[in-house]
């Protein structure tokens, strides 16, 4: 299967709800085989829709594979590339690929989602990485997951989604069984103590 790192400008414009670096985590009752169980970054949100990664799903697939895929040289003896998982982002354009990073300043053609988490789907990211100049924390996924607007909102209204914050070290922390019950805990909330009728009378 092709996979297209495609440079594009994705601007975004603010508004009042938005829960842009937020987490999604699958309630229990949320039965899509895709979604069950699953962990997603939120990297835009506005009135149009949502976009966000799910972070939370490793591919059988590793680092070094996606640069023999794009013929990026890379140093073939380090470990690290060979241990580095990529994600299943989610159902939307799955041959897309997108990696979020931590770095004081974004480049030109990615998207800012925090103030030090950056969103790209620039070729250009996945090179410096494999130079050994890319950024430290990173994470790469194919595809993503998206809603139209007003969808997002209504899903969590129906108890489908819980949101929580964002940290730096559970977002890229490659311990994938444990990020929903990491992130539910930011809450106070034990998802094992849920029931899947949880919001249903």
């Not at 159902?91 to 800012?112: H, M, N, T, W």
């Not at 620039?122 to 994470?139: H, T, V, Y």
Request: hydrophobic share 40%; proline share 5%; net charge negative.
């Amino acid at each position: 299967m092709p996979i297209w790192f495609i440079v594009t400008s994705m601007t975004t414009k603010k508004f009042e709800n938005s829960l842009e670096n937020q987490l999604l985590i699958a309630m229990p009752q949320l039965l899509d085989p895709y979604f069950a169980n699953t962990v997603t970054y939120l990297c835009k949100h506005n009135e149009e829709g949502a976009l966000g990664i799910v972070i939370n799903q490793p591919l059988k697939m590793n680092l070094a594979g996606v640069f023999d895929e794009l013929e990026i040289e890379f140093p073939k003896e380090d470990p690290d590339f060979q241990t580095c998982n990529v994600l299943e982002g989610g159902p939307v354009e799955r041959e897309k690929g997108f990696i979020i990073y931590r770095a004081s300043q974004c480049d030109g053609s990615a998207l800012q989602v925090a103030e030090d988490i950056c969103l790209s789907t620039s070729r250009k990211i996945l090179q410096d990485i494999a130079n050994g100049k890319g950024p430290e924390q990173f994470m790469v996924a194919l595809g993503c997951a998206g809603w139209d607007a007003g969808q997002l909102e209504s899903e969590i209204s129906n108890n489908v989604w819980l949101t929580s914050p964002a940290p730096a070290e559970l977002l890229f922390s490659t311990d994938y069984g444990s990020k929903a019950a990491r992130a539910a805990a930011l809450l106070g909330v034990d998802l094992s103590q849920l029931s899947p009728a949880a919001g249903h009378s």
